[in-house]
């Protein structure tokens, strides 16, 4: 029905900078909200921003306030999640998911297969 799938991650140093795209794709599909998300070796997935697509209201953990901005391309069907002031906490696999409608069904929701963020100090 939809997919997302991921760019972007790779190898920083600490506060450097990285940006990640997210691209949804599918057919006859509204989304609602995308969000990205993490999971650092040995720990629980945990939020780190989201954002919604009819108004563009956007929610951020507060580990990452101030440093991350979460953005999108409603045309395009594309979120960004640029990171600045990276720090080694901020390794993890990032992930992107979407909430959407799918003809009678309501809030489903996709993941991506992740990417890895991995910040040097």
């Known amino acids: 029905q939809v997919q997302v799938a991921e760019s972007g991650g790779g190898s920083v140093q600490f506060g450097g900078s990285l940006r990640l795209s997210c691209a949804a794709s599918g057919t006859t599909f509204v989304i609602k909200s995308m969000g990205w998300y993490r999971q650092a070796p040995d720990k629980e997935r945990e939020r780190v921003a989201t954002?919604?697509?009819?108004?563009?209201?956007?929610n951020y953990a507060e580990a990452v306030k101030g440093r991350f901005t979460i953005s999108r391309d409603g045309a395009k069907n594309v979120v960004y999640l640029q990171m600045d002031k990276l720090k080694p906490e901020d390794t993890a696999v990032y992930y992107c998911m979407a909430v959407y409608d799918f003809g009678h069904l309501r809030n489903l929701d996709t993941w991506g297969q992740g990417t890895l963020v991995t910040v040097s100090s």
């Open positions: 954002i919604t697509t009819d108004r563009g209201d956007t």
